[in-house]
């Protein structure tokens, strides 16, 4: 059973539309994490959220966490070809805050 | 700064061999660790360091070992390479409690 579950696992959509990326889990965590990767390179830090019911914005992406602390979202508004990659949401766990876990991930596709 | 950097980018393997896939960092980081993915699992960890001389298990350590005997560097051994080891590594620092750099991966393959 993965620690954190995200859907979907894949999404396809046309420049222009919004979307909404979910990542659930069972347990409660004191912050979370999501990155952005593009083919071939390494995950990069979007942000970072930490209070339940947080709201941060990047530009057209709007992240939200979760009041119980559980789970996250991912809206992006009017998405770009320039949104396409791999959307990562991961917890610091254990004792060690250099020990992340990393949800499946969510591959975006936005066509032109 | 260079960041976290690792070679080699491309690594192709026959079954039983060994091999170090080389990371460094010149960002001072404390924590470095290593990373495996693979479609649709996600990132998993393999091993972690918290500081030069410590080192501990994560997810999926079979098979892996590491060293840190610097706070620049920290390599990861296949001991003896399995087709189940075919995968895309990644490299990772940190400072306590801030972002995760990540390095470009090397793309191993075990025939």
């Known amino acids: 059973t993965q620690l954190l579950e995200q859907s979907p696992q894949f999404l396809s959509i046309q420049e222009g539309e919004n979307l909404t990326v979910y990542c659930n889990s069972s347990s409660v965590f004191s912050s979370l994490q999501w990155y952005r990767q593009e083919p071939g390179e390494g995950p990069v830090l979007l942000v970072t959220v930490v209070t339940g019911g947080e709201v941060k914005k990047l530009k057209r992406l709007t992240f939200q966490f979760g009041d119980a602390r559980k789970d996250s979202s991912l809206h992006i508004t009017a998405a770009q070809p320039g949104d396409t990659g791999l959307y990562l949401c991961a917890v610091a766990g254990g004792t060690s805050y250099g020990k992340l876990t990393f949800g499946q991930g969510t591959i975006l596709t936005v066509h032109p | 700064n260079a960041g976290v950097t690792q070679t080699p980018k491309f690594q192709v393997l026959k079954t039983g061999q060994s091999m170090t896939l080389q990371c460094a960092q010149d960002?001072?980081?404390?924590?470095m660790s290593w990373y495996r993915q693979d479609p649709g699992m996600g990132l998993r960890l393999i091993h972690y360091s918290v500081g030069a001389g410590i080192t501990d298990q994560g997810e999926v350590p079979n098979g892996y070992n590491v060293s840190r005997s610097t706070t620049e560097d920290f390599p990861l051994r296949l001991l003896s390479a399995a087709p189940s080891q075919t995968s895309v590594y990644f490299c990772?620092?940190?400072?306590?409690?801030?972002?995760?750099?990540f390095g470009p991966g090397t793309r191993l393959t075990v025939l």
């Open positions: 990772a620092s940190r400072k306590a409690y801030n972002e995760q750099f």
């Open positions: 960002m001072n980081h404390e924590y």
